[in-house]
């Protein structure tokens, strides 16, 4: 009895996880893992085929947790594969190549797919995502900045990490705090702590400010249909400038919006008879 005890209160402190990997092909999810479970990194592509799978073992404050790692192949081509491991996860690593648009892009199908296939049991507020911006050794082919990143993230009260897995920056503290959060959520009854990535500020605030970043020109900036009226400029300027107001929104690339909603409505208003 007496040997017994302590191991029982080991099995009470012990956790098993299941998290998984999603981003486009080659963004560096399986170099990512491999830094951080075996510490090197690997030049060479070599594309996951389907699924790898791996166990390994972390300790968070008492806690020992078991992670079951399921790393998802990126390319389309694995999609009949990929569809059967999203369910029962508790992490996320959501990865995009701070050198490819198109790989950050690509974030909101990938929660499309992963939604789609949890089906019924879709809850995302039971699930931790990190976001991963990788490959930041890469300086001189980042097309997608720091703000940009952060802000699609934390407006969705998902982590932001630039990491490299070639150089090893952001990775630890990245895992950390991924095992950290699900172990802070399993504690709190199975459901994220709000409170953890508050950002105070809305997730409009953020999609607008994207929406902004990637307008084509000054009408499709404000919102308005070409040769829109100058009420109707004044009205969709007002709308934006209350949402973005620097004094009302502390959303990352605010202030930069606003600025460039401010020199839109300027030049269109220019042209408007
Ligand atoms: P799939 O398995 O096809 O979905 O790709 P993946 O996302 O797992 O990509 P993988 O980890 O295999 O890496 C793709 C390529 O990018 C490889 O050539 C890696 O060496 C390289 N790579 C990954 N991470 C980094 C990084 O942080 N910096 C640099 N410079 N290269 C990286
Ligand atoms: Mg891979």
Not at 11 to 31: D, F, P
Not at 147 to 154: H, K, N, P, T, Y
Request: some cysteine; overall charge positive.
């Amino acid at each position: 009895m007496e040997t017994n005890a302590p191991k029982r209160r080991d099995n009470k402190k012990s956790l098993r996880v299941k998290v998984i990997s999603l981003g486009n092909a080659e963004v560096g999810k399986s170099c990512i893992i491999k830094r951080y479970c075996e510490k090197r990194f690997v030049p060479k592509y070599l594309a996951t085929i389907g699924i790898d799978y791996g166990v390994t073992k972390v300790q968070v404050r008492d806690r020992e947790i078991k992670v079951n790692i399921f790393d998802m192949a990126g390319h389309p081509f694995f999609y009949e594969v990929r569809n059967e491991f999203y369910k029962d996860s508790q992490g996320v690593l959501l990865v995009y190549d701070v050198g490819l648009r198109e790989s950050f892009d690509a974030l909101d199908s990938w929660l499309g797919e992963m939604k789609q296939e949890m089906g019924s049991q879709a809850n995302m507020d039971s699930i931790v995502f990190v976001v991963c911006a990788n490959k930041v050794d890469l300086t001189k082919r980042r097309v997608v900045d720091e703000g940009e990143g952060r802000l699609w993230a934390e407006s969705r009260g998902f982590h932001y990490f630039e990491t490299s897995a070639q150089s090893g920056e952001g990775i630890s503290e990245m895992f950390q705090a991924f095992f950290s959060s699900i172990t802070d959520m399993c504690e709190n009854g199975g459901k994220r702590p709000v409170s953890e990535v508050s950002v105070g500020f809305t997730k409009e605030q953020a999609d607008t400010i994207r929406r902004i970043r990637n307008s084509k020109d000054s009408w499709d900036m404000l919102g308005v249909k070409p040769g829109a009226t100058r009420e109707e400029v004044n009205k969709a300027y007002r709308k934006l400038a209350v949402l973005l107001h620097p004094d009302k929104c502390v959303a990352p690339g605010s202030e930069d919006a606003f600025k460039a909603v401010v020199n839109a409505r300027t030049s269109l208003l220019k042209n408007i008879k």
